[in-house]
């Protein structure tokens, strides 16, 4: 009953900046906890971002506290991921999903966005 697509990614040169959006469709997307994962080639998926259903708590992964910032705006069923201090090991695809509860988006989520490459130079 969700779709998800992301969009924003790119390459760019280590330092630089992206913000990847996820469009939303479908009713209560103020009902979901929304998060974001990324996959580099030969490794898992795994967790960088999430954010609550009225985007007032945030959790990150260690390795991406204090430069990424999740946020979003029900309003536009849309969730924001602003990267700063892009690194060489930030180069994965980005996935866009959507949980009703934290644990639930953790271990897999409910709905999956394409995924929007990131790839960042040395």
């Known amino acids: 009953q969700v779709q998800l697509v992301e969009s924003g990614g790119g390459l760019v040169q280590a330092g630089g900046s992206l913000r990847l959006s996820c469009a939303a469709s479908?009713?209560?997307?103020?009902?979901?906890?929304m998060g974001w994962f990324r996959q580099a080639p030969g490794k898992e998926r795994e967790f960088v971002a999430d954010?609550?259903?009225?985007?007032?708590?945030?959790s990150y992964a260690d390795s991406v506290k204090g430069r990424f910032t999740i946020s979003r705006d029900n309003a536009k069923n849309t969730v924001y991921l602003q990267m700063n201090s892009l690194k060489p090991e930030d180069t994965a695809v980005y996935y866009c999903?959507?949980?009703?509860?934290?644990?639930?988006?953790?271990?897999?989520?409910?709905?999956w966005g394409q995924g929007t490459q990131v790839t960042v130079s040395s």
């Open positions: 954010v609550s259903w009225s985007g007032s708590s945030t």
């Open positions: 479908g009713r209560s997307f103020s009902n979901y906890v």
């Open positions: 999903a959507a949980a009703r509860t934290r644990p639930r988006l953790k271990i897999g989520g409910d709905y």
